[in-house]
């Protein structure tokens, strides 16, 4: 089911995933070349995990929850030595592979991020992620950022600076970016776009996400953890 040869490794952390797993590792198991799909799973009681092994073997269960517990588990369990981390309902284009393993060629490179987009989005919510996207972009160049739903990393760096922050129930994402950048490269790769669903967008309406994002990342800039105690699904 899996290569023996394996470079990159694609992480996906789940809960309650039935609706969207299916579709996102239909994807992932046809992408060339050949990649390791790693599904770690943080105690659902729907069909998630039945699901998961109808496309990969690597599929495990965390009995405690949190994000970051199961990502970091996942990297363990992973044979690649460039990770990718995805959401459950993030969807790359067929040539990511290609696009991530020619990012890395750069021995500096230990880190990137690229544009995410909404899929089946209205018009204000595709100009607030383009505009998003570009200040990322820029933002890059100067104190890295990056969302959760794309994350890749050299396997050996992360584990150096022992991944994600298992106490922080979101902004783990940007924690570890700027972490990674005082070691190497935290880099945009401009020419690569996935996909992602609104579904917390369309459960809790599209500002008060934005202020949810906005007051958790200033109290991580002010004091170094965001407001959020917990990271709530939307399914």
């Known amino acids: 089911m899996q290569a023996k040869t394996v470079k990159l490794s694609v992480i996906i952390p789940t809960y309650r995933e039935e609706r969207y797993i299916a579709k996102t ?8 070349p050949t ?14 995990v039945n ?16 994000i970051s517990r199961a990502k970091n588990h996942g990297a363990k369990k992973a044979s690649g030595n460039i990770l990718v981390f995805l959401d459950a309902d993030v969807h790359p284009p067929p040539d990511f592979v290609e696009k991530v393993l020619e990012t890395f060629n750069n021995p500096t490179v230990i880190g990137a991020t690229c544009h995410i987009m909404p899929a ?3 018009l204000a919510e595709l100009a607030f992620f383009y505009f998003y996207n570009h200040l990322i972009q820029f933002c890059t160049k100067f104190k890295p950022h990056s969302r959760g739903e794309f994350f890749a990393v050299r396997k050996n760096d992360f584990l150096k600076i022992n991944g994600f922050d298992e106490n922080m129930p979101c902004l783990e994402d940007h924690d570890l970016a700027l972490r990674l950048s005082k070691r190497g490269k935290f880099v945009f790769i401009r020419d690569l776009t996935v996909h992602e669903s609104l579904r917390r967008f369309r459960k809790l309406g599209f500002f008060k996400v934005l202020g949810i ?10 004091r170094g953890k965001p407001l959020s105690g917990v990271w709530q699904p939307a399914r």
């Open 35 to 48: 990649i390791e799909i790693v599904v770690v799973d943080g105690g659902s009681r729907d069909n998630t």
């Open 213 to 222: 994002w906005f007051t958790d990342y200033i109290f991580f800039v002010l």
């Open 51 to 66: 699901i998961a092994k109808q496309f990969t073997d690597k599929v495990y269960q965390v009995r405690k929850r949190g």
């Open 120 to 122: 089946k989005s209205r």
């Open 25 to 32: 590792l239909s994807n992932l198991v046809n992408m060339k």
